[in-house]
């Protein structure tokens, strides 16, 4: 059509060599009107792009603060004794309230757990509040409605949750992260979530760093690309860089979880635990997102090894140096941080993964800390994935709080990448 | 002189790589006789026959300077192959493993394959393995998702690549990297507990369910937005400026330019984008767990809940699961397709970009 009308306006040329004309004039108006429409088209998918982003940070803000409306099953104002408030009576009165309350049964079990003379003050005002207050949160508001419609949140908790308490709640606080984890949603922590994050990532990287630069360097400095073992070594890794995430959680159940099972259990050591046994251990998950992040790990490596100048590699070569001493002296030192850029990234990637561990079989509940390599274990993102999966919405609030804890981990590696790359160059700058 | 001879001596292995051979030394065998002198350093270079020994050249002391077999060197170079083999035997591993059980699945009497490619129900309860409920939804969800992410991150990366200033585009491009380094667990929160009361709101809540593919296949959307935009942008810029110039020289307009000169020579690039975003997409897994519903569901409403192939994985394994029971294997059935499917894409992709780059240099 747009060709047709062109054609036209050659065709009725009206002196000069340039064309012009009524009918090109309102051409070329209409074919720039046309381009600035798109040109608002194209801002317009990159605005959304941005307002998507925003929504995602402002939902995440939004639930992880607000207010909430808590019902408690005896008033702390009630267990005062003698006009001195809860939190501030001494240990002897709070076990006397604590063995006033709760069944002997209970007081036998807590005092086998450990013995009351042996238990802080704050470790028993905890037991209080959790057992005899027993607060329950009702309903709860997000961050927004807390600060504009701060008066009708007031109302609806008024009307309906009468005697009720409603005060605003961070979710993301200290004890949120020192915490182990709780079925009561105002105790509940991410400290074993986070500590399993760190001993899976740890692992990750104890196996797949070493073999993913060694690789690079084989495919980049020894091998011979005509070789048929390897392209089809390069073509593979390729591939798998493709392959979801979930069938490398169905490997790892396969492989480390079962057919390695008295390895990955600790069982071969004897160091595992009975109840631990079955090979859904820290070790497993590690391998797992090991193998995962294996490719980018290569593909980055050998990019970095590949903008080495080979002029460095030649003068090694010219003084006399053996390949491996070319590779080992100047080959990765001037690639390093190319390297660890690419592994953080990587790693990055490997701490925000779950699906492959729902599939490895992190644990559904445990409040205990990992304690080994072959210890259950839980991480950061399982944890969102599980309160995140329940009805309740107090659930949702710690859900975004832990992704907030998430998401500052996440930036605070993604920020050391850069400082680090920065560093290595200033220093080689330097040298 | 003495020290530094012997240094030189230590290591070295050889002076002169073959020409052909290039960088690749330790694999020239065809010059491994060849003796070099220290002293030679200072005057002409020593031949490179076998026979020549330092004496003959430079009347030093005698050294042996021919090449030694270096045990450590081939043994390193050993490991550095086995840590290369890895990514190989993952592949093997990946394709036995769900091989094997896809098998096993399949050896059961209550499965066969055209109960499994027949049937439209999944209700392994009751002995029903038809895969095309979860198939349904994992395509329903994708093509929700390429409907959102294609055209903004095309629009985004034409954008990027023809429109926006150097300083802009400097700013842009690691706010786009950072919507895709968000985990996928994130965006199935923001599926749940955003998209969804917003798509209620808006359609009502009797249409749309708390569970559905319309917001999870919108939010997997936004997430492969950076992956097309990205690899879009890449193949854009790398079409070399003097087409553009041509083009704005007889007289076309930018707009035109892009569309007409730009993007149908980076088409293969931008192909390749979109292909591997679907394969992206289908291999999703969180978002569909946390927001597309729990159950395999044969519908095509994308308002109502469904379960996808990834995100019945993922529910079957979270739960108690014993091996070698029929659920057990199943999902590797399902992992099987999956991977298949995923793989195809992958390969699909880069057949597109080796078959019909347009080269310009």
């Known amino acids: 059509m747009m060709a047709l009308h062109q054609q036209q306006a050659v065709s009725e040329p009206t002196g000069g060599l340039m064309p012009s004309g009524p009918t090109y004039h309102r051409q070329v108006e209409a074919r720039q009107r046309r381009g600035r429409i798109w040109a608002i088209i194209f801002q317009a998918a990159l605005v959304s792009g941005v307002i998507a982003l925003c929504a995602l940070i402002f939902n995440i803000v939004n639930q992880s603060f607000g207010y909430v409306a808590i019902v408690n099953n005896i008033d702390p104002a009630e267990l005062a004794v003698d006009g001195t408030p809860l939190n501030a009576l001494p240990k002897e009165q709070l076990v006397e309230i604590l063995e006033a309350n709760v069944s002997a049964g209970l007081m036998r079990r807590y005092a086998h757990d450990v013995p009351f003379a042996e238990r802080s003050r704050e470790d028993i005002h905890g037991l209080i509040l959790e057992r005899v207050v027993e607060p329950q949160v009702q309903a709860t508001w997000g961050l927004f409605d807390s600060v504009f419609a701060r008066g009708s949140v007031m109302a609806e908790a008024e009307e309906r949750f009468p005697g009720s308490d409603v005060y605003f709640r961070s979710w993301l606080t200290t004890s949120f992260i020192s915490n182990s984890q709780s079925s009561e949603p105002l105790r509940a922590g991410v400290r074993t979530a986070i500590l399993g994050s760190l001993w899976v990532v740890a692992i990750t990287i104890l196996f797949s760093f070493p073999i993913g630069v060694g690789a690079a360097i084989y495919l980049e400095e020894y091998a011979h690309r005509e070789r048929p073992l390897n392209r089809l070594i390069q073509t593979n890794i390729n591939n798998l860089a493709g392959v979801p995430s979930i069938i490398y959680g169905m490997l790892g159940l396969a492989i480390f979880v079962r057919v390695l099972e008295a390895f990955t259990s600790g069982a071969f050591l004897g160091v595992g635990d009975q109840s631990t046994a079955n090979g859904r251990t820290i070790i497993s998950a590690g391998m797992t997102l090991g193998l995962l992040i294996l490719p980018l790990i290569i593909i980055n490596g050998q990019e970095a090894i590949r903008a080495v100048p080979s002029s460095l590699r030649q003068a090694g070569f010219g003084l006399g140096a053996t390949h491996w001493q070319v590779i080992w002296h100047h080959v990765l030192p001037s690639a390093m941080p190319g390297i660890l850029t690419g592994t953080i990234l990587a790693i990055s990637r490997a701490i925000g993964e779950t699906a492959p561990l729902v599939v490895v079989g992190a644990s559904t509940f445990i409040a205990l800390d990992p304690s080994g390599p072959f210890s259950k274990f839980t991480v950061l993102p399982i944890q969102i994935y599980q309160w995140t999966s329940r009805p309740q919405d107090e659930f949702r609030n710690l859900a975004a709080a832990a992704i907030l804890v998430l998401l500052i981990l996440l930036l605070t590696l993604n920020a050391s990448a850069v400082l680090l790359r920065n560093q290595f160059n200033r220093r080689q700058a330097n040298a | ?361």
């Open chain 2, 1 to 361: 002189m003495d020290r530094l001879n012997r240094e030189l001596e230590s290591t070295l292995c050889l002076l002169l790589p073959d020409g052909e051979q290039g960088v690749n030394m330790t694999q020239s065998a065809p010059v491994a006789h060849a003796a070099v002198s220290a002293e030679s350093m200072q005057g002409p270079v020593a031949g490179v026959d076998g026979q020549a020994d330092a004496d003959a050249v430079g009347g030093g002391p005698k050294h042996d300077l021919r090449r030694k077999p270096r045990v450590g060197e081939s043994f390193i170079q050993g490991f550095l192959f086995l840590c290369g083999a890895v990514s190989v035997l993952t592949t093997v591993g990946i394709v036995i493993v769900l091989g094997r059980e896809t098998l096993l699945f399949f050896a059961s009497e209550e499965v066969n394959l055209l109960k499994f490619f027949g049937g439209t129900e999944w209700q392994p309860a009751i002995g029903r393995f038809g895969i095309w409920p979860l198939v349904t939804a994992t395509l329903m969800a994708s093509l929700i998702a390429m409907a959102v992410a294609l055209p903004v991150g095309l629009c985004i990366a034409i954008y990027l690549s023809e429109y926006a200033a150097q300083r802009t585009r400097s700013i842009l491009k690691p706010i786009l990297e950072v919507l895709a380094g968000v985990p996928t667990v994130v965006y199935g929160y923001f599926a749940l507990t955003f998209m969804t009361p917003l798509l209620r709101g808006m359609l009502g809540r009797d249409l749309v369910e708390i569970y559905n593919t319309a917001s999870a296949g919108i939010v997997i959307g936004i997430l492969v937005i950076p992956l097309v935009s990205s690899m879009s942008d890449d193949a854009l810029t790398a079409v070399p400026n003097s087409l553009r110039q041509a083009s704005y020289g007889l007289g076309a307009t930018r707009l035109e330019t892009a569309l007409r000169i730009v993007l149908p020579a980076a088409l293969s690039g931008v192909a390749a984008a979109f292909i591997v975003a679907i394969s992206r997409a289908i291999g999703e897994t969180m978002i569909v767990a946390i927001a597309a519903g729990a159950g395999p569901n044969f519908t095509f409403s994308p308002f109502r809940a469904a379960e996808t192939m990834t995100g019945h994985i993922v529910r079957i394994s979270g739960g108690d699961l014993s091996y070698d029971s029929i659920d057990y294997n199943s999902i590797f059935a399902i992992g099987l397709l999956l991977f298949l499917l995923t793989l195809s894409l992958n390969i699909l992709s880069q057949w597109i970009v080796r078959r019909f780059r347009e080269e310009y240099e």
